[in-house]
Every structure is written in structure tokens, then in C-alpha cells.
């Protein structure tokens, strides 16, 4: 069973760091692009980053772009962002997700997602 | 980047009955890179369809998916009470490509 477990969201202040953690289970990891979303309160779906199997390849919104990194460690079987200069309007519950098809690397949908963990950013 | 405009934003409907909801693009899209999710409130997103008409794994065949270039559709063929939910289209072309449209609530 196909299972991810985000963590590390809390409070933190404006222009603060933070970084969460995805842990991955029942598939194997080094195979599947990995991505994160975000939902703001009561707001829809925000792609936030992707990154390849091998984590060679990442790929980020323009909201995010240059404030956060995302990683990986195959090892592991965990995912990672690193949030810098967080900002009020990056408050969002942060989900990951699976890409689906190994092969297509981030050109797949989502087929499984974590329950989020929720980042707020206030003063 | 593609925008993606789901309509209507609310549909209210009762059990039975079918729901059609609707997305466009801003610009012709490869169907190969159309998804559609559901979710609850409290909870993740759920694959529903990719490909713009493949439902996903478990997804049962009262969903449908159908469109190409810029206009896309799901269907619920006879509304469940477990389907009102958000229904959120999605286009996943090469990164950063991509965007998810507004959402769709489904209500009783």
C-alpha cells in the first residue's frame, strides 16, 4: 500500500525558514517523480515543485522560485522542501504527491497524495 | 503558462440526478495531459481521470472524462451522496506547466 507522510509544518514568522519532510512507502521511491501542492485556507489546488526520480531534474512555481528547494533522498525514501524568506501568503496546508507513470517523469498525474501538513507564516 | 477556468463554480444537484462540469483552457492542450481530482473536505485530493478520459484505479465507471484542445468535461453519470465533494481539473504538461483551474463544488 502506497503511503506518504508529510511533516514539519508549524508557525513561523514572516521572512523565517522551515522545512518539511515527505516519507514514502510501498512503491519504489527512486522511480517516481515527486511533487509538492499547496492549498491556502478555503482555496484551491497551487503546484508548488517537482522533481525527478533521481532528483537531477526540479522544477518550481514563479511564487516559490528562488525561495524554496526541493530534494530528495533515495535513501530514504523521503522528500523534502526547504522554504526560505517565507511570506504570509505562503500559509497553506502542503501536500506531496506521486507522479503516476515511472517512465514520464513529472508529465503524469498525481495518483496518490499525503494528508498535508500545515505551514502558517504570521507575525 | 495555460489557465484553466472550471464553471460552474457551485452546482447544487441531488442524488440520481447527473452532473457536468466543465473546464477550459486558455490555450489547445494535449488531452494526454488532463486530469480530474475530487476532494472532500478535510482531506486530499483524489485522482479521479487521466489522460482525460482513463479513469483511475478504483475510480468507479459512473465517472466519466471526454474532450480535447481546449474544452474538457467530467460526467457523474447518477450522483452519489459520497460525490458532492470539489472537483478540480488539472493540465500536467511539461513543468512548470503545471495548474490546476478554480474547482468545481458539487452540493446537495
New interface residues.
Given amino acids: 500500500e502506497v503511503q506518504l507522510l508529510e511533516s514539519g509544518g508549524g508557525l513561523v514568522q514572516p521572512g523565517g525558514s522551515l522545512r518539511l519532510s515527505c516519507a514514502a512507502s510501498g512503491f519504489t521511491f527512486a522511480s517516481y517523480a515527486m511533487?509538492w501542492?499547496r492549498q491556502a485556507p478555503g482555496k484551491?489546488?497551487?503546484?508548488v515543485s517537482?522533481i525527478s526520480g533521481s532528483g537531477g531534474s526540479t522544477?518550481?512555481?514563479?511564487s516559490v522560485k528562488g525561495r524554496f528547494t526541493i530534494s530528495r533522498d533515495n535513501s530514504k525514501n523521503t522528500l523534502y522542501l526547504q522554504m526560505n524568506s517565507l511570506r504570509t501568503e505562503d500559509t497553506a496546508v502542503y501536500?506531496c504527491a506521486k507522479h503516476?507513470i515511472p517512465a514520464a517523469g513529472?508529465?503524469?498525474?498525481?495518483?496518490y497524495?499525503?494528508?498535508?501538513t500545515l505551514v502558517t507564516v504570521s507575525s | 503558462e495555460i489557465v484553466l477556468t472550471q464553471s460552474p463554480g457551485t452546482l447544487s444537484l441531488s442524488p440520481g440526478e447527473r452532473a457536468t462540469l466543465s473546464c477550459r483552457a486558455s490555450q489547445s492542450v494535449s488531452s494526454s495531459y488532463l486530469a480530474w481530482y475530487q476532494q472532500k473536505p478535510g482531506q486530499a485530493p483524489r485522482l479521479l481521470i487521466y489522460g482525460a478520459s482513463s479513469r483511475a484505479t478504483g475510480i468507479p465507471d459512473r465517472f466519466s472524462g471526454s474532450g480535447s484542445g481546449t474544452d474538457f468535461t467530467l460526467t457523474i453519470s447518477r450522483l452519489e451522496p459520497e460525490d458532492f465533494a470539489v472537483y478540480y481539473c488539472q493540465h500536467y504538461g511539461l513543468s512548470p506547466q503545471i495548474t490546476f483551474g478554480g474547482g468545481t463544488k458539487v452540493e446537495i
Wanted: proline share 0%; aromatic share 26%; glycine share 18%.
Fill in positions: 511533487t501542492v484551491g489546488l497551487e503546484w517537482g522544477y518550481y512555481a514563479d501536500y503516476q513529472t508529465i503524469s498525474a498525481f495518483d497524495w499525503g494528508q498535508g
